[in-house]
């Protein structure tokens, strides 16, 4: 199995898609102003407590204040609080934690009134991002996340990835760490730390104790809310966590972006550095790699199965419903039974990549074509879960119900990905009333002839549906070339397959949209 990332850049955002075999298996995308981002760290201050619910609620900037429960306060909680209100003081010299005498940890079934008051500044990490109506929830426990660790301050516990599952490298591994480990930090040792040597684990740690240094800094007088430490791009978490002897090629669209993405791997997996390619083709990197289609076909209602069945998708505030159809499926000869085990099997598999390419959080169920077999169910139940395997998303699959819904439970610590793939009339426009479409060249080129005569704008790009950039560019004599004659100047024509029919945009030098 071969893994690809294709970055997709624009100045507003980037859009990562990972292909695996060319099957497209996660999308994210991620704005140049992204805030309140999972892993980013601030000094917030509590706003108000919470008894009934023993929680408090807290400033971190957010226009909704941010959710924190006792639970999520850390059993290291009083180290956490001391250390903060040291560093912000300036009374701390080092983030180095030798010689730190640590406290008592809380109390597991505490009260958080009891340890927290309003207006008292506190450390705290984004745990989920803000979704729908909520504010962010925090955690008081930091953890800063490598390639083959996770480091944990204010503990000393050395704990290794269940994945992991051979004892002598289970063994190995913690009398490695164990001996370059600072004391009263902890190491939580990833999956991907297996067989990797002392020297690529110990950089590792290295450049997490960086990360722990920077927040020290940014503490020195800060005062409440701020920022003191951004987790990584969505682009470097995503190389952070995927990459390994799978990852076969990187295929970026900005030159700059290929450099970042190149001196990322020669500092984290140097054996990696050379399979960032950059795209240079006309197309939109997107189309050129079938994403664009594989997305339009997988964020809609209704989602096609090879066979013919298909998926009806609803969501709700609460939970998202998944109904399972056979459609036009050809079962041939064989029985219902079987019909419906192979539909539902199939169904199964494709439901998980759908919860991990759309990121759906929260309870989902899924209404499959009955089953009347208790094996045939097992089976299902078994195929689903497999499916889900590979889901880093916490999750929880119930087996069939005697209804046929199969019920699942999935965290949901950002957003949804949600992306709308149906399209208005590309001959009204939605609107009922219709345009004629030869009038399109004449309102590009009434724009091209303000932009370069009244606002004296060079090289500037036109982006259309790719049937326009045909019309525009076919031919010895195309209208691209009778552009350059009537201006003087240049014009890039770029085909995008997202526009719709009658739509342009036009692009600045820099790649920003032109207000027109």
Not at 98 to 103: C, D, Q, R
Not at 404 to 422: A, L, N
Not at 458 to 476: E, Q, R, W
Request: charged share 30%.
């Amino acid at each position: 199995m071969s893994v690809d990332l294709v970055i997709k850049s624009s100045p507003s955002d980037t859009a990562i898609a990972i292909v695996k075999d060319k099957l497209l298996t996660g999308l994210s995308r991620e704005k140049s102003d992204r805030g309140y981002a999972v892993g980013d760290v601030y000094l917030a201050k509590i706003r108000k407590v919470a008894p009934g619910l023993n929680a408090a609620f807290v400033e971190v900037g957010h226009e909704k204040d941010a959710f924190l429960h006792y639970y999520d306060l850390g059993p290291q909680f009083k180290n956490s609080y001391r250390f903060t209100k040291a560093a912000v003081s300036g009374s701390l010299d080092s983030s180095m934690l030798e010689g730190w005498k640590m406290e008592p940890d809380i109390q597991k079934e505490g009260k958080l009134q009891e340890v927290v008051s309003a207006s008292q500044s506190i450390l705290v990490q984004i745990a989920k991002e803000p979704i729908s109506t909520k504010g962010p929830r925090l955690s008081a426990e930091i953890t800063l996340a490598g390639r083959y660790m996770v480091l944990v301050p204010f503990i000393q516990k050395i704990s290794i990835s269940s994945r992991i599952t051979d004892e002598e490298e289970r063994k190995r591994l913690k009398q490695t760490i164990a001996v370059f480990k600072p004391q009263n930090f902890g190491v939580i040792v990833r999956t991907q730390a297996e067989h990797k040597g002392t020297v690529e684990l110990e950089a590792d740690l290295k450049s997490l104790l960086q990360r722990w240094d920077m927040i020290f800094r940014n503490l020195k007088n800060a005062m409440p809310p701020k920022k003191v430490l951004g987790e990584l791009d969505r682009t470097s978490a995503v190389l952070r966590d995927l990459v390994s002897a799978d990852f076969a090629n990187i295929h970026v669209d900005d030159e700059q972006v290929g450099e970042e993405v190149r001196q990322y791997l020669e500092v984290n997996a140097p054996e990696k550095k050379n399979i960032v390619k950059l795209y240079k083709g006309k197309l939109d990197i997107f189309d050129h790699f079938g994403v664009n289609k594989q997305i339009k076909a997988a964020f809609g209602r209704h989602v096609s199965l090879p066979s013919g069945a298909y998926l009806i998708v609803e969501k709700t505030e609460a939970m998202h419903v998944v109904d399972v159809n056979s459609g036009g499926r050809k079962g041939g000869q064989k029985d219902h039974e079987q019909n419906a085990l192979e539909t539902n099997l199939e169904a199964a598999v494709e439901v998980a990549r759908l919860l991990r390419l759309r990121d759906m959080g929260g309870i989902i169920c899924i209404d499959f074509i009955d089953l009347y077999e208790p094996e045939n169910r097992r089976q299902l139940h078994k195929v689903l879960k497999e499916a889900m395997e590979s889901d880093k998303a916490k999750h929880n699959v119930l087996p069939m119900s005697k209804f046929g819904v199969v019920e699942i439970t999935r965290q949901r610590v950002r957003p949804e990905t949600e992306i709308v793939t149906t399209e208005n009339c590309p001959t009204c426009n939605g609107t009922g009333e219709v345009k004629a479409p030869v009038l399109i060249i004449d309102e590009l080129e009434h724009a091209l002839n303000y932009l370069h005569g009244e606002k004296n704008l060079s090289g500037l790009t036109v982006v259309v549906h790719p049937f326009i950039h045909a019309y525009l560019t076919k031919g010895l004599w195309s209208r691209q070339r009778q552009w350059w004659w009537r201006w003087k100047k240049s014009v890039k024509v770029k085909p995008e397959g997202a526009s719709q029919y009658l739509d342009f945009s036009i692009l600045d030098a820099e790649g920003k949209t032109v207000p027109l």
